[in-house]
């Protein structure tokens, strides 16, 4: 499966971004999928953001987002969202979504060897 991610931009800090990575071909069906967001500042490791089961019934988030980012998921879209709120200037960073075969959440889908396709990437840039 080939992961398109977009939504990438400058923004303020205390402003919102909505990033969103749609699926194409595979030999599976995209609700197969559990989801992931990493981001990897510049010259800094990749870190976990967030994650989603099949289903969208399970999420996980890493501790410097949660209660301000919001994955989600339209499996009829092919699609996975990352809403972003009150940014600060230390979420400016590449963010990739990934795909893991294996669907279902864990807490395993917070370490990146767990996914096996990668998106491109996108930039978020949040200026103090």
């Known amino acids: 499966v080939q992961l398109q991610a977009c939504g990438a931009g400058l923004v303020q800090a205390g402003g919102s971004l909505r990033l969103s990575c749609e699926a194409f071909g595979g030999g599976r069906t995209f609700n197969n999928y559990a989801m992931g967001w990493f981001r990897q500042p510049l010259g800094k490791e990749r870190e976990f953001v967030a994650a989603?089961?099949?289903?969208?019934?399970?999420?996980y988030y890493g501790d410097s987002v949660k209660g301000r980012f919001t994955i989600s998921r339209e499996n009829d879209e092919k699609t996975v969202f990352l809403q972003m709120n009150i940014l600060k200037p230390e979420d400016t960073a590449v963010y990739y979504c990934?795909?893991?075969?294996?669907?279902?959440?864990?807490?395993?889908?917070?370490?990146?060897?767990?996914?096996?396709?990668w998106g491109q990437g996108t930039e978020v840039t949040v200026s103090s």
């Open positions: 990934a795909a893991d075969s294996y669907g279902v959440g864990s807490e395993a889908l917070t370490h990146p060897k767990e996914y096996d396709y």
């Open positions: 989603i089961d099949w289903s969208g019934g399970r999420t």
